[in-house]
């Protein structure tokens, strides 16, 4: 099924949860241009997190999240499994960097990144697109391009 622009956005941003993913997880190939050590890759994870995930996850909930909801009780509960991983994800991505058991908590990761990334993809943006009017789409679209615009103004004039 051909990705709706109101959902385009989010799907870029799965690109790179994905690269990520596979980063993470145990007997990863080398990728040229990303770190092969487990450091490296940790430091990988953590930056992609707090420079993308938390953004994504953010628009998701804010945005995504309530204009589905509701609309039927397949969407509800996936969008109640979302959140509940998201707040895996928000937990155990920071907790890297003090993990005693490093590798498998990044293969453990990887995994789950995967799978939600692709639950999403897959199973809750095909319901969107199916439930959601075009008005609906389009003000979806509206929101998340406005939120990206204040989220970079801000990373602008507060660089980290």
Not at 8 to 15: E, K, N, P, V
Request: hydrophobic content about 35%.
């Amino acid at each position: 099924m051909k990705r709706h622009n109101s959902l385009a956005i989010l799907s870029r941003d799965h690109q790179k949860g994905l690269m990520l993913a596979q980063l993470l997880k145990k007997n990863a190939p080398a990728y040229k241009g990303l770190p092969g050590d487990v450091d490296g890759k940790v430091k990988y994870a953590l930056d992609t997190f707090r420079s993308d995930l938390t953004k994504h996850f953010e628009d998701e909930e804010k945005i995504l999240f309530p204009a589905a909801a509701g609309k039927s009780n397949q969407c509800d509960k996936i969008i109640i499994e979302l959140i509940d991983e998201h707040k895996f994800f928000n937990e155990k991505i920071p907790s890297l960097i003090n993990s005693s058991k490093l590798i498998d908590e990044m293969d453990l990761i990887g995994h789950k990144l995967e799978e939600h990334i692709r639950k999403e993809e897959r199973i809750l943006f095909n319901l969107i697109q199916d439930i959601l009017t075009d008005e609906e789409l389009e003000n979806l679209k509206s929101n998340i391009e406005d939120s990206r615009k204040i989220f970079s103004k801000y990373c602008k004039t507060n660089p980290t």
